[in-house]
């Protein structure tokens, strides 16, 4: 049995009179270990796909049928409590605005330890510790000064890692990545992706790594979904689609992505 | 989730309420059931009835017919105030927004001190100074209205200064006067409606508040605030004479919220 | 601190600014105090001498200079109507005037701040529309009416309170206060339906953030989504607003009192403006400008507190 298996997944949302489906039979699968990169122009229905992964999509005016199995459970329709148990501790997710994505109020710190705090009983001290062996993990110089700094005091790429800290602090499964690096700098990007790849390889967790651009997916997955309209059209081994893609539509990704020095082409 | 409806909802229920004080206003400068002033002393405190609607206070004089001439006055006297902070704020908030330099800088340092009064205080000095009575009671509320219409149009002002087209039609060698006028002020539009309608509320709330401490119309004319003020001594055995006329304040400011409201652009 | 300095700075300018408005605006006015003094008896020649006597022919300046030295020894003058010291005449009414508006502004934070979250947290339900209609509703009352009405129902219905029957806080401290509860609700009610209304609106602005989504990709409760991510979010606005707010209260307080017959500078500060007693009526715009120039400091303090982003 797969770790993550997505079958039919259909998202519409109604909107007064008409209905608008968003997500059309998205079918996916993820082993253990996994890095598995969605891509697609903005409105391809990539991030609404995240979004029901990690089970962030409860508004009233949106439906959801399918099936989305995480380790033998149904995340479509399970109870809110079971969810709320692998919510930030078996999934967790890191969002495109880093910025936006941090409470403004709240040190940098008391975030990260957030899912500890509400998937564990443990005291203040061993909080902060393993919170600074998270910021550590990421690769931020100063862990003791992040932690007890503001969102607004940092820089956009130790934003970023900071919120990759929060989301690998208690060890998840899978990590689901929605544009993390759209926001950033080129080079910062570059790094973000560095660590990704580090990540998996040390901790084994899956990566869903979503993104519209295709350069990027390439250095880090082994497949790829390719999403358009709400549908996959075209699925697979990430250097085989590059070098021989079959639809229209994956040439376009490939033909907009601008010759990067940061990236060697497979 | 049903926004737009309960917007609707908001406007009817208001432009109802608004369409009512219209009314009331048209009776009260062209016919009222009685003569506001005249005192009948046989229908002293006469109780609500079909021949007096809202019965009658203690010189016997129609409450109705003083509403409705009190409506008259608040309507009048609060469009006045709005206008004139409306038109003055627009002034100084253009010249010290557009301008900038010490203008701007001493302007701004005087809207600020005054803007530490609150409106009310602000009108009690400026009566004090010109003694009360309706016109001074304009002119005190008018001033104390000007610093936050200039104030909001100076920042807006100065937002759409730096706006790139502005600098652009700058460099097409477009007058000052011409770029105030055609390109800035009606930008100021949407800005100024929801000020305007929020102002006329604030305005109503003060002519009521100072025509209950007596100071602007005076005795016999009947005024909303007034006229509470009067019957407060009479609120046991008289309640209705206080009632009334603090329902149509409720309702004038309860209707002209509910406009606003609806009107208010989603931002 | 130097932050502090620096906003101490711009409020003591802020108030020389005031006291130089009020002082020269009532130096402008055409009758004199001299002759309202004197009523019918007034002459040419005795107007000059009351004029001299009260040392208003002298030069405007020179007597703004000793007017304000006077202030920062605590004189305000004398009065003209009473022939006491201003201080003396004022002194116990400020302090009724300001438990009045203190007390106003506790009742809003103390009855608006759980209202506004559970009306925040119902937002969802059916309730919503009658909780906003009366809420709107409330928020239309002027306090000079909703305190007629309280006296009417509470004072002569439910005799709750006595109209009318104040107690100086010095003769009895507790029946002062339940005498002063009505009076600092009647300003309060239309303020806590104000706070109720702008804190549910901004609460639901929060609440459609990035970062309340990240807090559910965590586990989170909904009801720990509230109140550790969206209510200190959503609180911010409220805080600026309630500064606003004190200004109106005090002014709020002018009016109610003559509703409840409390001895505050209420009613001196009217009969002084009709009296032109001109010299009292500086005196207390100059105390109630003080108090509004104050806690807006305060609310700016406040706000630091709260957020960090503001830069000192």
Aim: overall charge neutral; hydrophobic content about 50%; glycine content about 8%.
């Amino acid at each position: 049995m797969s770790m993550l298996k997505v079958e039919d997944l259909c998202i519409k949302v109604h909107d007064k009179k008409t209905t608008d489906t968003l997500v059309y039979d998205v079918d996916l699968e993820m082993e253990k270990g996994d890095i598995l990169g969605i891509v697609g122009e903005s409105g391809s229905g990539k991030t609404m796909t995240a979004l029901a992964i990690a089970g962030l999509l409860s508004r009233h005016d949106m439906e959801k049928s399918g099936h989305i199995t995480f380790e033998g459970i149904n995340l479509l329709e399970v109870e809110r409590k079971v969810l709320r148990k692998i919510q930030g501790n078996e999934i967790s997710m890191v969002f495109q605005e880093p910025l936006n994505s941090l409470n403004p109020l709240k040190k940098v710190g008391w975030q990260v330890e957030e899912s500890l705090r509400v998937h564990t009983v443990m005291d203040k001290a061993e909080m902060k510790e393993r919170a600074i062996q998270a910021l550590r993990d990421v690769e931020l110089d100063n862990p003791e000064a992040v932690y007890n700094s503001y969102p607004h005091e940092l820089s956009g790429g130790m934003r970023q890692r900071a919120m990759i800290a929060a989301a690998m602090i208690i060890q998840p499964r899978l990590l689901i990545a929605d544009e993390p690096t759209t926001a950033l700098d080129v080079t910062i990007q570059a790094e973000i992706v560095e660590l990704l790849k580090r990540i998996n390889k040390e901790r084994g967790t899956a990566i869903l790594f979503i993104s519209h651009d295709l350069s990027l997916v390439n250095s880090l997955c082994e497949r790829v979904l390719v999403m358009q309209n709400g549908l996959v059209v075209e699925s697979g081994n990430c250097e085989e689609i590059f070098k021989n893609p079959k639809q229209e539509y994956t040439k376009k990704l490939i033909n907009a992505i601008p010759k990067n020095p940061f990236f060697k082409e497979a | 989730m049903d926004n737009s409806k309960n917007k609707k909802i908001k406007f009817i229920v208001g432009l109802t309420l608004v369409g009512i004080i219209f009314l009331m206003m048209i009776a009260g400068i062209f016919c009222t059931p009685y003569d506001p002033l005249a005192m009948d002393m046989s229908a002293k405190f006469a109780g609500v009835s079909f021949k007096h609607i809202m019965g009658c206070d203690n010189f016997g004089r129609d409450i109705f017919s003083r509403v409705l001439v009190g409506v008259r006055e608040t309507m009048f006297v609060s469009a006045t105030v709005v206008f004139i902070g409306t038109f003055v704020g627009i002034i100084i908030g253009t010249v010290t927004g557009y301008f900038g330099g010490w203008v701007d800088e001493i302007l701004m340092r005087i809207n600020d001190a005054v803007l530490a009064f609150p409106s009310v205080l602000l009108a009690l000095l400026v009566i004090g100074v010109l003694g009360g009575g309706t016109h001074s009671l304009i002119i005190a509320l008018g001033i104390a209205f000007v610093p936050s219409f200039a104030r909001i149009v100076r920042g807006e002002v100065l937002r759409i200064r730096n706006l790139d087209y502005i600098q652009c039609v700058r460099l097409y060698g477009a007058s000052h006067l011409r770029i105030i006028v055609v390109h800035i002020l009606p930008n100021l539009r949407t800005v100024l409606l929801s000020s305007v309608l929020i102002g006329f509320n604030n305005a109503v709330l003060a002519e009521a508040g100072m025509n209950y401490l007596g100071m602007g119309t005076q005795p016999p004319n009947p005024s909303l605030g007034l006229m509470l003020s009067e019957a407060q001594s009479v609120i046991f055995t008289n309640p209705w004479n206080a009632i009334f006329p603090g329902l149509v304040i409720v309702m004038m400011i309860l209707g002209f919220s509910l406009l606003s409201d609806a009107l208010e652009k989603k931002s | 601190m130097k932050y502090v300095l620096k906003k101490i700075g711009t409020l003591i300018l802020t108030l020389l600014a005031v006291s130089a408005l009020v002082f020269f605006a009532f130096s402008f006015i055409p009758a004199s105090p001299a002759l309202s003094k004197l009523g019918t008896e007034a002459t040419a020649e005795k107007i000059a001498e009351l004029n001299h006597q009260m040392g208003l022919d002298r030069p405007v300046l020179v007597r703004f200079g000793e007017w304000v030295a006077g202030i920062v020894h605590g004189d305000f003058g004398i009065s003209y109507s009473y022939n006491t010291p201003v201080t003396q005449l004022l002194s116990e009414k400020i302090a009724v005037t300001m438990l009045l508006s203190v007390m106003a502004i506790l009742i809003t934070v103390i009855l608006s701040f759980p209202l506004g979250i559970y009306v925040a947290r119902k937002s969802d339900s059916k309730l919503d529309v009658f909780f906003t209609t009366v809420n709107q509703m409330i928020m239309s009352i002027p306090s000079f009416f909703s305190g007629i009405l309280i006296t009417l129902i509470f004072g002569l219905i439910l005799h709750v309170f006595t109209p009318g029957a104040y107690v100086s806080y010095k003769r009895d401290f507790f029946k002062c206060m339940a005498y002063l509860i009505f009076p600092a609700f009647s300003i309060a009610l239309p303020k806590i339906s104000m706070v109720v209304k702008l804190l549910k609106d901004t609460a639901l602005k929060e609440a459609d953030k990035d970062y309340v989504r990240t807090a559910y990709s965590r586990g989170n409760r909904t009801k720990a989504v509230f109140y550790k991510h969206v209510l200190k979010n959503a609180i911010i606005p409220v805080i600026t607003f309630l500064g606003m707010t004190f200004a109106d209260i005090i002014a709020g307080s002018i009016i109610v009192e003559q509703v409840f017959g409390v001895p505050g500078l209420g009613r001196i500060l009217l009969t002084s403006i009709s009296g032109r007693d001109y010299p009292v009526v500086e005196a207390i715009i100059l105390l109630l400008a003080t108090a509004v120039v104050v806690s807006n400091l305060i609310v700016d303090l406040l706000y630091k507190k709260f957020d960090p982003r503001i830069h000192v």
